[in-house]
């Protein structure tokens, strides 16, 4: 069973970093581009950024395009968001989750960012 | 870049039908898209990929009551005989090499 448990959430002042942490079990984590997905209070999915199963490309959605980075360490099977600059906006629950051919087919729980002053 | 539009609502009485639309942008239409499903306060859950051609595959464990379908750029979801536990939102999504869309979602309610 694909189990992909977030942490590293928490409140933090506008400008402030957090470290998002993504632990998976369950499959072969080398195999798998992962992925980054946030849904703000009472708000829709908005897709973060991806990244390939060796970790030599990522992608970035433009809202956080040079503040986010994410990474990867297969040999600890687990998945990472450094998040940087952050703003009022960043309040979200992030997902991380495992994508394929078919599309994001497994999610973690989440871990709630909120950045407030 | 893709854009999905969802309605944002839709409502059906306990056992009957439901479907829920998900339309791609102009330019896309041959585009496979994901539905998911989000309980209330609950992570999404992935429910199958559904392609232009309108073939759907269905991820593990989704009920027999779910199916998908496709018609030049909408992709369909279908709910029959409709339960309590359908209440929900449901999310379309799809991807390209770099990007992956997410669309507004639809909520629906069970009558």
């Known amino acids: 069973e694909v189990q992909l448990l977030e942490s590293g959430g928490g409140l933090v002042q506008p400008g402030g970093s957090l470290r998002l942490s993504c632990a998976a079990s369950?499959?072969?984590?080398?195999?798998?581009?992962m992925t980054w997905v946030r849904q703000a209070p009472g708000k829709g999915l908005e897709w973060v950024s991806s990244i390939t199963y060796s970790g030599g490309s990522t992608y970035y959605a433009d809202s956080v395009k040079g503040r986010f980075t994410i990474s990867r360490d297969n040999s600890k099977n687990t998945l990472y968001l450094q998040m940087n600059s952050l703003r009022a906006e960043d309040t979200a629950v992030y997902h991380c989750a495992k994508i394929t051919a078919a599309g994001t087919t497994d999610w973690g729980q989440g871990t709630l960012v909120t950045v407030s002053s | 870049q893709p854009v999905l539009t969802q309605s944002s609502s839709a409502s059906a009485s306990l056992g009957s039908s439901v479907k829920l639309t998900c339309t791609l942008s102009s330019g896309h239409s041959g585009y496979i898209i994901a539905w998911h499903q989000q309980q209330p306060g609950k992570a999404p859950r992935y429910l199958m990929k559904v392609e232009g051609s309108g073939n759907y595959n269905k991820g593990s464990g989704v009920p027999d009551r779910f199916s998908g379908s496709s018609s030049g750029a909408d992709r369909y979801f279908t709910i029959s005989n409709l339960q309590s536990e359908d209440e929900a939102d449901y999310h379309c999504e799809t991807w390209n090499s770099d990007t992956r869309v997410f669309g507004g979602g639809t909520k629906l309610t069970v009558l």
């Open positions: 369950g499959f072969t984590f080398s195999n798998y581009g």
